[in-house]
Nanobody, 123 residues
Framework: QVQLVESGGGLVQAGGSLKLSCEAS????????MGWFRQAPGKEREFVSS????????NYADSVKGRFTISRDNAKNTVYLKMDDLKGEDTAVYYC????????????????WGQGTQVTVSS
C-alpha cells in the first residue's frame, strides 16, 4: 500500500517561509515523478510544482515561480516544497502526489495522494 505523508504546514505571516515535506512509503520512489498541488476553500485543486524522478527537472505554476522551490531526496523517499515570500493567496491545503508522467499538471493524472497539510498565511 502506497502512502504519502505530508508535514510542515502551519500559520505564517505574509512574507514568511515554510518548508513542506512529503515522505513516501514505497521502495521505487526514486523512479517516480512527484508533484505538489493545493486547494483553497471553494476552489478547485491546482498544480503548484513537480519534480522529475531524478531531481534534474522541475516545473512551477506561474503564481509561485521564483518564490517556491521543489526538491527531493531519493535516499529518504522524500520530496520537499520550500515556500518563500508567502502571500495570503497561498493559503490552502497542500497535497503531495505521485505516479504521473513527467509534465503532468492535472490532478487526475496523479495516482497517489497524501492527506494534505494546511498552510495559512496571515496578512
Amino acid at each position: 500500500q502506497v502512502q504519502l505523508v505530508e508535514s510542515g504546514g502551519g500559520l505564517v505571516q505574509a512574507g514568511g517561509s515554510l518548508k513542506l515535506s512529503c515522505e513516501a512509503s514505497l521502495h521505487t520512489f526514486s523512479g517516480w515523478n512527484m508533484g505538489w498541488f493545493r486547494q483553497a476553500p471553494g476552489k478547485e485543486r491546482e498544480f503548484v510544482s513537480s519534480i522529475k524522478y531524478d531531481g534534474v527537472s522541475s516545473n512551477y505554476a506561474d503564481s509561485v515561480k521564483g518564490r517556491f522551490t521543489i526538491s527531493r531526496d531519493n535516499a529518504k523517499n522524500t520530496v520537499y516544497l520550500k515556500m518563500d515570500d508567502l502571500k495570503g493567496e497561498d493559503t490552502a491545503v497542500y497535497y503531495c502526489a505521485g505516479g504521473a508522467n513527467w509534465g503532468s499538471i492535472h490532478p487526475y493524472q496523479y495516482t497517489y495522494w497524501g492527506q494534505g497539510t494546511q498552510v495559512t498565511v496571515s496578512s
